[in-house]
């Protein structure tokens, strides 16, 4: 059974900085993060392959970055700049296919397993 546990979500300021974690159990072939906003479908954030690549083109481009600890298979998003539409649920997920193997990297439907999610509140 695959785990993953995210961390690191809470309330702050436009303009604030959140690091986001995700321990899990294993790394598999594309590890990704994505959010939910209220009354919004599931959207991605940024995906990482296990050659490390990266896609980051999401809604927080340029302001996010995914990385990855391979040895403590631990998943990062650092959140700079945040807006108020960056409040979400944000969730990890994991892949057993290359990110994009479909040709798409951001569909929620590639990726086999998920976090619980931690809340992320961006509010003046």
């Known amino acids: 059974q695959v785990h993953l546990v995210e961390s690191g979500g809470g309330s702050v300021q436009p303009g604030g900085s959140l690091r986001l974690s995700c321990v899990t159990s294993e790394f598999s072939d594309c590890m990704g993060w994505f959010r939910q906003r209220p009354g919004k479908e599931r959207e991605g954030v940024a995906v990482i392959g296990s050659d490390g690549k990266i896609r980051d083109d999401g809604p927080g481009q340029g302001r996010f970055t995914i990385s990855k600890d391979d040895a403590k298979h631990i998943l990062y998003l650092q959140m700079d700049r945040l807006r108020l539409e960056d409040t979400a649920m944000y969730y990890c997920?994991?892949?057993?296919?290359?990110?994009?193997?479909?040709?798409?990297?951001?569909?929620?439907?590639?990726?086999?397993?998920w976090g619980q999610g931690t809340q992320v509140t961006v509010s003046s």
């Open positions: 997920a994991l892949a057993y296919t290359a990110c994009g193997y479909y040709g798409t990297y951001f569909d929620p439907d590639s990726f086999a397993y």
